[in-house]
């Protein structure tokens, strides 16, 4: 298996511009998982998704941010408009319910850095 | 709501020295997560304690939940330069998938 992917690996905009972060599961997975990573606030979980659903959205930080699971196999994170303080590497990870070990499998990340 | 401190923030260690990071939780842990993370990279699963007391280890990493259920510690035997990355803790808060982690250990092995 692939693993889980991201695009981009990295991404540089402007103040202003809408962002868009791309997610790839690894195949039978029903979590998906969102995550920002500084270095003052460290590891953060922004939303959650089950079977497509969003079940918790609590950690998103503002109206700026929005995600979204059409399918299975693909989710999207949105930043509009984008703010030099969302700079940070933004994780996508998936689980399956039941798994056995009960983990969750991160991708590579997307460094974004809004100028 | 229940947080993760890790100790110590960084660690520089001479290469087939042993060392240990510490996770201690403000609140009951029902599942204790430790990954590995290097530059530029995503998180990297090592291992998961689950029971009071538990013991696990994978090559010469080996990590404890204490019996009270609220500290880990991951020990590293002999270190070498490709143990050297951040570790993180995670933990779920009961009933909850809304995971939640410790700031990282960032250690350095030198060779």
């Known amino acids: 298996d692939a693993g889980v992917i991201q695009s981009p690996r990295h991404e540089v905009t402007e103040m202003g511009q809408e962002v868009t972060l791309r997610c790839k599961p690894i195949?039978?997975?029903?979590?998906l998982f969102w995550y920002r990573q500084t270095m003052m606030r460290g590891l953060e979980l922004l939303i959650y998704?089950?079977?497509?659903?969003?079940?918790?959205d609590s950690g998103m930080p503002e109206d700026r941010f929005s995600a979204k699971m059409p399918n299975a196999s693909f989710s999207t994170l949105k930043i509009q408009p984008s703010e030099p303080r969302d700079s940070a590497v933004y994780f996508c990870?998936?689980?399956?319910?039941?798994?056995?070990?009960?983990?969750?499998?991160f991708g590579p990340g997307t460094r974004l850095t809004v100028l | 709501s229940q947080e993760l401190e890790q100790s110590p923030q960084s660690l520089i260690v001479q290469e087939g020295k042993n060392l240990t990071i510490n996770c201690t939780s403000s609140?009951?842990?029902?599942?204790l997560y430790w990954y590995k993370q290097k530059y530029g990279e995503g998180l990297i699963f090592l291992m998961m304690?689950?029971?009071?007391?538990e013991e696990k280890s994978h090559e010469k990493i080996t990590a404890k939940l204490d019996e009270k259920k609220q500290q880990s510690s991951l020990h590293i035997t002999a270190s070498q330069p490709s143990h050297a990355g951040i570790y993180l803790c995670?933990?779920?808060?009961?009933?909850?998938?809304?995971?939640?982690f410790g700031t990282g250990t960032r250690l350095k092995v030198l060779a």
């Open positions: 990870a998936s689980r399956v319910a039941g798994g056995g070990t009960d983990t969750q499998y």
């Open positions: 195949s039978g997975h029903d979590y």
């Open positions: 609140k009951t842990l029902y599942g």
């Open positions: 304690l689950q029971k009071g007391g």
């Open positions: 995670g933990a779920p808060p009961p009933g909850t998938y809304k995971y939640i």
């Open positions: 998704f089950n079977n497509n659903v969003p079940i918790d």
